[in-house]
C-alpha cells in the first residue's frame, strides 16, 4: 500500500460518524441496499443496520461501487432487538412515515445521536417500527407523487445530517474508531487479496501505525461523540 493510499484512508476513518446510522426494515431490492451503503458511505457513516430474516444479504457490487467494503451492514432478525440496539446505545429513532405527528426532516437535530429508519419498497415501514420511533419525519413534496424511492429519501436526509454536523465540528473530532479496528479496516480494505490468505494462515492483522512493508502491492449519547 503506497502512502497516498495510507493517508486516504485514515484521513476517512477519522471522519467516521459513530452515532449516525440507517436501519432498513427489510430493504429488500440489491439496488436499494447498495444505493444506501454507498450513500451511508459518502457521509461517513461507519455501521448501517437491516432487519432481514436471513443470515446474509445481497448488495449490488455494480452500484456500491466498492463501498461496502468501508460500511458494515448488521443484521437483525426482527425490528424490535435493532431498535432496542440502537436505543441502547443513546440514539434518537428518526422513522421516515407521514403522519398527524411528522415533522419535516430539516426541523430535527442530527447533531445528536440519530438511527434514520427506512421501509421496503411496496408498504413502507412496519406498524412496530413506527411505534417504537422518537419522531416521524417526512421530506416535503409539492409534485403528484407522495413518496421518494427508499434511497432517494435515505439521501436526502442523510445529506442534511452532513450538514448540520459539518456545521457543528463532528468531522473534526478525531478518528473515533478503536485501533484493533482501524487495523481491521486498513488491512481487509487497502488489500483486499491479502485477509483470505492470512485467515487461512491464521496471521495476525499488522499494525496501522504506518503503512507496513507487507501491505504494499506492485501497483502501489452526547452531540458528534
Not at 432498513?24 to 440489491?30: A, G, N, Q
Not at 473530532?173 to 487479496?193: K, Y
Request: with cysteine.
Amino acid at each position: 500500500m503506497t502512502p497516498e493510499r495510507f493517508k486516504r484512508i485514515t484521513d476517512m476513518l477519522a471522519q467516521r460518524q459513530l452515532d449516525l446510522t440507517v436501519c432498513m426494515e427489510e430493504v429488500h431490492k440489491p439496488h436499494n441496499l447498495a444505493a444506501i451503503v454507498r450513500t451511508a458511505d459518502a457521509i461517513g457513516i461507519h455501521r448501517v443496520h437491516a432487519v432481514w430474516p436471513k443470515t446474509w444479504i445481497h448488495k449490488r457490487k455494480g452500484t456500491a461501487r466498492g463501498s461496502q467494503n468501508w460500511v458494515d451492514v448488521k443484521l437483525h432478525p426482527d425490528i424490535g432487538s435493532a431498535v432496542a440496539e440502537l436505543k441502547a446505545s443513546g440514539m434518537q429513532i428518526l422513522a421516515t412515515h407521514l403522519s398527524d405527528s411528522s415533522v419535516d426532516f430539516r426541523a430535527i437535530d442530527y447533531t445528536k445521536p440519530t438511527a434514520i429508519l427506512v421501509g421496503q419498497e411496496k408498504h413502507g415501514i412496519g406498524e412496530e417500527a413506527l411505534a417504537l420511533a422518537d419522531h416521524h419525519i417526512v421530506i416535503p413534496m409539492v409534485g403528484m407523487v407522495q413518496s421518494l424511492n427508499v434511497s432517494v429519501a435515505a439521501a436526502a436526509i442523510l445529506y442534511e445530517a452532513q450538514r448540520q454536523r459539518e456545521l457543528a465540528g463532528c468531522y473534526q473530532r478525531g478518528c473515533p474508531l478503536d485501533l484493533e479496528e482501524q487495523n481491521s479496516i486498513l488491512f481487509e480494505g487497502a488489500t483486499p487479496s491479502m485477509p483470505s490468505s492470512a485467515k487461512r494462515k491464521r496471521c495476525p492483522i499488522p499494525s496501522s501505525a504506518r503503512p507496513a512493508k507487507s501491505w504494499r502491492t506492485s501497483s502501489g449519547g452526547s452531540r458528534c461523540s
